[in-house]
Nanobody
Framework: QVHLVESGGGLVQAGGSLRLSCAAS????????MGWFRQTPGKEREFVAE????????YYADSVKDRFTISRDNAKSTVYLQMNSLKPEDTAIYYC?????????????????WGQGTQVTVSS
């Protein structure tokens, strides 16, 4: 079982930037697609972005496209989410996870080994 730890969240004003990190307990994640999701109280977990094991392919939710960038450093077993032009509606707990199958793009059910999450709050 991979252990993931997210960090980098915080409070930022609208229009600001944050960089989230997801550190894995094993370099084995280099062979896996990794994803970022977010969740707000009372809502389902929402897909944000995913990146292939090599880092050569990435997909984004329409709501974050052109503002967020997912990347990875397999030598450090870490996945990043650079968030720019943040909006109040980006406020959520952000989670990273390992993709264990791919049935539906961005489906949280295809991911496992969820971290504890990091809170991102964007003030207006």
């Amino acid at each position: 079982q991979v252990h993931l730890v997210e960090s980098g969240g915080g409070l930022v004003q609208a229009g600001g930037s944050l960089r989230l990190s997801c550190a894995a307990s094993t370099r084995a994640i280099s062979t896996y697609t990794m994803g970022w999701f977010r969740q707000t109280p009372g809502k389902e977990r929402e897909f944000v972005a995913e990146i292939s094991g090599s880092g050569g392919s990435a997909y984004y939710a329409d709501s974050v496209k052109d503002r967020f960038t997912i990347s990875r450093d397999n030598a450090k077993s870490t996945v990043y989410l650079q968030m720019n032009s943040l909006k109040p509606e980006d406020t959520a707990i952000y989670y990273c996870a390992v993709q264990i199958r791919q049935l539906i793009l961005g489906d949280p059910g295809d991911f496992d080994s969820w971290g504890q999450g990091t809170q991102v709050t964007v003030s207006s």
